[in-house]
T-cell receptor, first 110, second 112 residues
Framework: GENVEQHPSTLSVQEGDSAVIKCTYS??????FPWYKQELGKRPQLIID?????GEKKDQRIAVTLNKTAKHFSLHITETQPEDSAVYFC?????????FGSGTKLNVKP | AAGVIQSPRHLIKEKRETATLKCYPI?????VYWYQQGPGQDPQFLIS???????DKGSIPDRFSAQQFSDYHSELNMSSLELGDSALYFC???????????FGPGTRLLVL
């Protein structure tokens, strides 16, 4: 089955700086890679996703890159704000299953 | 816009009891996923349904079962509850299996 690894587990940045979270996956059949933001006790909220036929996608301050050859994808948040503080999960879909990374706790210091 | 609805939002049960969690997908979504998330853990995929048929199975214990009904809502039935079943249970829905997945607010289950 698929194995998704996510790094770092915690990330602390100063407001206005950029944050980068990286994930690797093992199953070459995985073809869809969403990123979720989860605040404590709340549901995971989709923030951006990318499909395997695309190398990069951007939505305002958030961007995701995908390297299919190396089987890794990354989340980039620019101009971070305190409200970006949350746990971020990457995920990979292999056939009809979603596999999540272990999460990155992002802390944006004002 | 309508979102995924889950009920109940909170549930307290004792060991060996049963529990039923309900999920109402976003209108027109035909695919439902169930996840279990322990404290500080990532969501673990349990099971999914597409067009009322089981689509895929993850780490769902044999004590649990689920189904999707004709109106596309889904129920997760949990029997012989154990302390370790205490977790947040999320349902998510998508339009077809390849569609974007949207999560419900979750049901927090506490087994005493």
């Amino acid at each position: 089955g698929e194995n998704v690894e996510q790094h770092p587990s915690t990330l602390s940045v100063q407001e206005g700086d950029s944050a980068v979270i990286k994930c690797t996956y093992s199953d070459s059949a995985s073809n869809y890679f969403p990123w979720y933001k989860q605040e404590l006790g709340k549901r995971p909220q989709l923030i951006i996703d990318i499909r395997s036929n695309v190398g990069e996608k951007k939505d305002q301050r958030i961007a995701v890159t995908l390297n299919k050859t190396a089987k890794h994808f990354s989340l980039h948040i620019t101009e971070t704000q305190p409200e970006d503080s949350a746990v971020y999960f990457c995920a990979a879909r292999s056939f009809n299953k979603f596999y999540f990374g272990s999460g990155t706790k992002l802390n944006v210091k004002p | 816009a309508a979102g995924v609805i889950q009920s109940p939002r909170h549930l307290i049960k004792e060991k060996r009891e049963t529990a039923t969690l309900k999920c109402y997908p976003i209108p027109r979504h035909d695919t439902v996923y169930w996840y279990q998330q322990g404290p500080g853990q990532d969501p673990q995929f349990l099971i999914s349904f597409y067009e009322k048929m089981q689509s895929d199975k993850g780490s769902i214990p044999d004590r649990f079962s689920a189904q999707q009904f004709s109106d596309y809502h889904s129920e997760l039935n949990m029997s012989s509850l154990e302390l370790g079943d205490s977790a947040l249970y999320f349902c998510a829905s998508s339009l077809e299996v390849k569609g974007t997945q949207y999560f419900g607010p979750g049901t927090r289950l506490l087994v005493l």
